[in-house]
């Protein structure tokens, strides 16, 4: 059983998440409302979403896996004006999952999932914490792709710093901590990320908040909520080595 | 004598609804208004075109056929504001047509027609009518496209269905005949179509009304009307084998 | 000691107008405002433009050159909202140009400009001058471009004429003196130029009124303010030979 009736905002913001680091999800259905974890194709980046049966306007679901391919569902999506409401459903008999928006109906094979395997989401000690608004970051984001693919994300007592550099050019965003809604460090932290990753991760957080876990050589953590506070998106992103 | 005024818009409409079967079309003149009949180079659709006198703020017009490159009118038509007036006249001594937005003249001389024939309009027995808004036909064709590049066009007793249908994947347009605006049909009809042929017409008729005329394996009328109700297009477009 | 603020606008259309002739380009810094004068690498086109000190909100220069990649800056303004100001300074010590948006901060090297010399602005007699609308001639422009890769200004007694041939068709704006904000002319004038070097320079132009001086078969004269009356651009751009 798999029959819901959800805003089509609430799906693109899922869709979007997910769809920046894999193309295909094996989505975990169950009474509660939808999981999904995932890890990208080169093993740098991480997901784990969730979507609460309350961020749909109706919701009835087994427990089960259901593979999709999210540029089909981001393509549908197109069509869906603000105001109208997407139905899904999965016919168990036909193996199909079924779509509605409007008038129109799009029905599709679920996909094999037999070899998506579920990762473990490692448990990591990150001693600083950052909130800030996922806007002002990505300000910051777009300077610092000018000059670099990597940046220096450091959190000190003082506040946040984000560095890039290319050759002579250097982009450095600093927030002091009054600029932060939140701010926890006790020990100055720095690690190293891939900049496209990262850009990608911010830029689904916008408009809202965004939270950050870092420590130094650490993986980093992003944290958001979609759907109101129905919906909840983290992210996990490895480090790169300073002398790469 | 060719020597006429027109609001952008409608030569607009009139340009586009031409320009998605043929880049050169040969318009015939007379003192009624414009007609212009021609057939895409792969011979699948034709289209009949009228756009009356009264379309015109300013209409004088002999009986001639004038050879237009429909690209060079589209381009010039984008520098004219919605508020702007174009005139248009054709200067035989100089063998130019000569068309003014504001300040700006253009000339550019006819193309030779003498090629170009006048296709005759079949006249085809369409058991089955329907009237429906052009938009929501789009929204269907678009989720169409996504799937295939053949659509199914159905009319039953109960209404209306649009069928594409690629893979695994089917994309399915109902609307039940209370959706529609018109409504005959007393035997199922059903015919498959190239789905790029359909897009672009139904695209021309945007944002109004649109009727259609089906039959079983036949051919398929669209029409529309332009310019208020002072111009009016019809194409016709060929069925394809259902074994394709 | 270099250390200004200025709104992004002021410097957008800075960097625009030098940025259609050259990528680099070696700013004369003084505590008047800042001078460039550039050539283009084909020495077709040159540029002399001033920007007054109290264009900027804040100026504090002593007499230097400092050399700009202008695609840099051009990158790092987009990010600076219409609201926001622009700080910029030169740390000597570092040998660094720094300039900050907000909290963004990007430090780049000044370019070497030991090969970059300041041209000398020619005198040249240009009997005609005419005064018109930039977004007037611009359309006339777009209209021309679709026709030719050269346009021929005229200036007579009764207006200003441009005119682009291209094989058989001909676009023509013609603008009679009623029409000219200004329009000095004893005798007739006759030039042909560049049409991709006119139409950037009078786009850099809009949506303000343009300055022309023109002679026949000599150089034009293009001249606009920017920054209200506290920035000028004057633009030379050299006559090509009629049989080319």
Do not use: W
């Amino acid at each position: 059983m798999f029959d819901i009736k959800i805003k089509p905002d609430a799906l693109r913001r899922m869709a979007g998440a997910v769809s920046i680091l894999v193309d295909e999800a094996n989505f975990h259905l169950g009474p509660a409302g939808i999981v999904l974890r995932a890890v990208d194709p080169a093993h740098v980046a991480m997901i784990d979403l969730n979507l609460n049966a309350k961020a749909f306007e109706k919701y009835e679901a087994d427990d089960r896996y259901l593979g999709i391919d999210l540029g089909k569902i981001s393509g549908f999506l197109r069509l869906a004006g603000p105001d109208s409401t997407i139905a899904a459903r999965y016919d168990k008999n036909a193996h199909r999952l079924i779509i509605n928006i409007g008038n129109i109906e799009r029905r599709m094979a679920p996909l094999d999932t037999s070899t998506m395997t579920e990762p473990r989401i490692p448990s990591v000690e990150l001693p600083a914490k950052v909130v800030l608004s996922g806007d002002e970051l990505d300000q910051g984001i777009k300077a610092a792709e000018a000059v670099s693919d990597r940046v220096a994300l450091t959190v000190d007592p003082q506040g946040f710093e984000m560095i890039a550099e290319g050759g002579t050019d250097v982009v450095n965003l600093r927030l002091p901590k009054d600029l932060l809604t939140d701010h926890q460090c006790s020990d100055t932290v720095r690690s190293l990320y891939s900049l496209p990753y990262f850009a990608n991760m911010i830029r689904q957080a916008k408009p809202g908040q965004v939270t950050m876990h870092l420590g130094t050589d650490c993986p980093l953590r992003v944290e958001f909520d979609i759907a109101g506070n129905d919906g909840h998106v983290m992210y996990m992103l490895a480090p790169r080595i300073e002398s790469e």
